[in-house]
């Protein structure tokens, strides 16, 4: 299979406006240093500097169905050569989607168009298996096992969402300008107008976007563009139970809980620094946030025993669940669970 140049070529320029991360260092030290190593900032990789192509690399895998796969690490990506009977079909797997902190699913091309890997890797049982939204029946024949063919519009949606920079074309993203992984402007905007502001000494206001300042329902529906929000025309008080799968979206969740509702100031950066990594459930950070509006002082409306205890709110009220196999996420509908 040919590969089309720009697939392969190290994404190294930035498109029009973006200067890199590296541009943002010099004024936010502090925050560049948390965030460039972040799950975030790993989002997305070539496949040939991702440790994905270490766990395929001579790692051969065969469906019930007979069809084999090998796989091949070069300097490109992996190659991975698909067999049944006589019938082999070969392609290159270019990118890997994911930081590794749940899975890898990796991505690659098959005659001109982009195709989601049928193969995952998944950290919580350290081993391969079928990627979300594939189908559990074995595959027919060895372009079909090779995974699922994205449209042009879906693709793009992808490489949006696990990079920074990327251009929509009628044929799918322009990864000309592409930096891998959710770097600065992917949330603030492109940034070179605001460089050359503070370059010049003059006042960067209003030259970048900071959604920090957002009111929390913006906030949060600038954290949903990539991490999902619920359908406005059939949004659900319960979307754990309608679709389990969407705990794996957490402004669903958060956005159907009372305490989002009623208190006009909850957003995802409440909880979360968007510059680090999620802390672990079993932090007492989420609490601090719980009891500024659940007091805890003896008699208030709302006091907690097992908060005024120390015990983490989360166990309670935000549980972890588990909506497929090797994947579990924190449900954020915030409620108190039936017994």
Not at 62 to 73: D, K, L, N, P, Q
Not at 198 to 217: D, E, Q, V, W
Not at 255 to 282: G, I, T, W, Y
């Amino acid at each position: 299979m040919r590969i089309p140049p720009l697939f392969l070529a190290p994404v190294l320029a930035c498109g029009a406006g973006f200067t890199g991360p590296q541009s943002c260092q010099p004024c936010h030290a502090a925050q560049y240093a948390r965030q460039w190593d972040t799950h975030h900032a790993r989002a997305l990789r070539p496949m040939a500097q991702s440790p994905m192509a270490e766990h395929f690399d001579g790692q051969p895998l065969r469906e019930r169905s007979g069809i084999g796969f090998e796989y091949r690490a070069t300097p490109a990506g992996v190659a991975v050569a698909i067999t049944q009977g006589q019938t082999r079909v070969d392609a290159l797997l270019g990118w890997a989607f994911g930081a590794g902190s749940k899975a890898f699913t990796a991505v690659g091309m098959l005659d001109g168009r982009y195709v989601e890997h049928r193969i995952s890797w998944y950290r919580a049982s350290g081993r391969f298996g079928l990627t979300l939204g594939h189908p559990a029946q074995p595959s027919p024949d060895p372009a079909t096992a090779f995974g699922l063919v994205q449209e042009p519009g879906t693709i793009f949606r992808c490489f949006n969402c696990h990079a920074t920079g990327v251009r929509e074309t009628p044929r799918g993203p322009d990864l000309g300008g592409m930096i891998p992984g959710v770097t600065c402007e992917r949330c603030h905007g492109p940034g070179q107008a605001h460089v050359e502001a503070a370059k010049a000494g003059t006042p960067p206001r209003n030259s970048i976007l900071n959604p920090g300042r957002f009111p929390a329902r913006q906030l949060v529906n600038v954290c949903a563009e990539c991490h999902r929000s619920p359908n406005a025309a059939s949004a659900s008080p319960m979307p754990e139970l309608e679709d389990p799968l969407s705990i794996r979206f957490a402004p669903v969740g958060l956005m159907a809980s009372r305490c989002f509702q009623k208190s006009n100031a909850l957003s995802c950066v409440s909880c979360h620094d968007p510059h680090e990594d999620p802390r672990p459930a079993a932090d007492p950070a989420y609490s601090r946030v719980c009891r500024t509006c659940h007091a805890t002082r003896a008699g208030a409306r709302a006091a907690c025993r097992r908060s005024q205890a120390g015990v983490n709110c989360l166990g309670c009220h935000m549980r972890e669940a588990a909506p497929a196999p090797n994947l579990s996420f924190t449900d954020h509908r915030i409620r108190v669970y039936e017994r």
